[in-house]
C-alpha cells in the first residue's frame, strides 16, 4: 500500500501523526509526511488517518 500527502493544502493539525505515528510526521515546514513504508501492520491506522484528515489531503493506494 502506498500514502502520501497533499503538502500544499494539508493545514498540519497534526491528527494523522497521532491516529498513526509511524507512518505521518509533521517536517520542518509544519506539514505532514509519509516518512516509510506502509507495512502491512500500518495498512489499518494509515487508512484510519486518510479518513480523518479534516481537509482529505492524505492518499491512500491499494
Ligand atoms: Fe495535514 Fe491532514 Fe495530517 S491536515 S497534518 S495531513 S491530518
Known amino acids: 500500500m502506498k500514502a502520501k500527502v497533499d503538502q ?5 493539525c497534526g491528527v494523522c501523526t497521532q ?5 505521518f ?3 520542518e ?5 509519509v516518512y516509510t513504508e506502509i ?3 500500518l495498512e489499518l491506522s494509515t487508512i ?3 479518513n480523518a484528515c479534516p481537509v482529505s ?3 491512500v493506494e491499494i
Open 57 to 59: 489531503v492524505i492518499e
Open 39 to 41: 507495512t502491512a501492520d
Open 48 to 50: 484510519e488517518a486518510a
Open 8 to 12: 500544499t493544502d494539508c493545514i498540519g
Open 19 to 23: 491516529i498513526c505515528p509511524n507512518a
Open 29 to 33: 515546514q509544519g506539514v505532514a509526511e
Open 25 to 27: 510526521r509533521l517536517n
